[in-house]
């Protein structure tokens, strides 16, 4: 073989050479771009589901919308779309509300829904005593309430959160117990709704037998046996509600103050997606015939 056609073979190799580093410098450089491109979609789909939630938390916050509205749940195409649940806060405890003034009724009714979470007598009065001493201004202890002792110190000051509850003296056998952070709030206007409470917070109030609780729940549910619809019944006071329910004047008397209806805050949960990605956000806002009142806000 002579010289020229081993320049020849070597030119080519050299050429192959560079055309399969070209190759895949190309291949490399499209999977970034790809790469990129996905990043980008991902975020892009992120930014999408958070606006979502926030339309249905828009659409919710409306004065004439009610957990009955339609519009509370919107599919945009097969990829967008927003979920709203609407719940009311005066179907829990307001825990600021029961111990204000250290009232004996209230804190009565504290003590018993402490029990139906399976508090025993001593944990019961351990925990009412100690969040009273928690919430006050001053360092004395009650009768069973603890303001200081090793690393814990009493807060003084009122709760800023339900979940804050945990960090009070005696309140581990509560907090083991299922459910008890979904029965309490810190925003409602106090006194427990009727129209919205569950049946076991029902049975807390003084004369609310297991007949009476039976027949409040009936009646919420409206001629068509469906809570949350049109012809639930609309009741403009607790006096009606209670005379209805066979309450006479003294047993009406005797828990008036403590229950009322139609409280008017409510919990929004939005739920937005694009796509696989899903985002939520919960606010508590006081709804009227005006602008609404944000009490809380978390996304």
Known sequence: M??????????????????????????????????DLSLHAEANRHVEARAMAHSGVAVALHPLVTKMTPMLREEMGSQLGYEVKMVSEGGK?????????????????????????????????TLMDSLLDYVDADDLN?????????????????????????????????????????????????????MAAPAELLRLIPGFDEPRVNALLKLRLGKDGEEGTKDDPQLKNVDQLLGTLGFSQPQQQSILGLVMV?????????????????????????????????RFWKE
């Open 2 to 35: 002579c010289k020229a056609d081993l320049r020849r073979g070597s030119a080519l190799l050299i050429v192959f050479w560079a055309l399969i580093l070209l190759s895949a410098a190309i291949i490399a450089w499209v999977d970034f771009i790809q790469h």
């Open 93 to 125: 405890l307001n825990l600021r509300w029961w111990m204000e003034g250290e009232d004996p009724r209230k804190t009565t009714i504290l003590k018993q829904w402490m029990e139906r979470h399976g508090l025993s007598f001593q944990e019961r009065e």
């Open 142 to 194: 009650r009768l069973n309430g603890v303001e200081e002792e090793g690393d814990y110190r009493a807060a003084n000051r009122p709760l800023e959160s339900v979940d804050e509850l945990a960090k009070v003296y005696g309140a581990e056998p509560l907090i083991d117990s299922p459910g008890w952070r979904d029965q309490l709030t810190l925003y409602s206007q106090g006194p427990l709704d009727l």
């Open 262 to 294: 139609n409280d008017k805050t409510m919990n929004i949960r939005s739920t937005g997606h694009s796509g696989k990605v899903i985002r939520q956000i919960e606010v508590v806002a006081v709804k009227t015939s005006g602008n609404p009142v944000i």
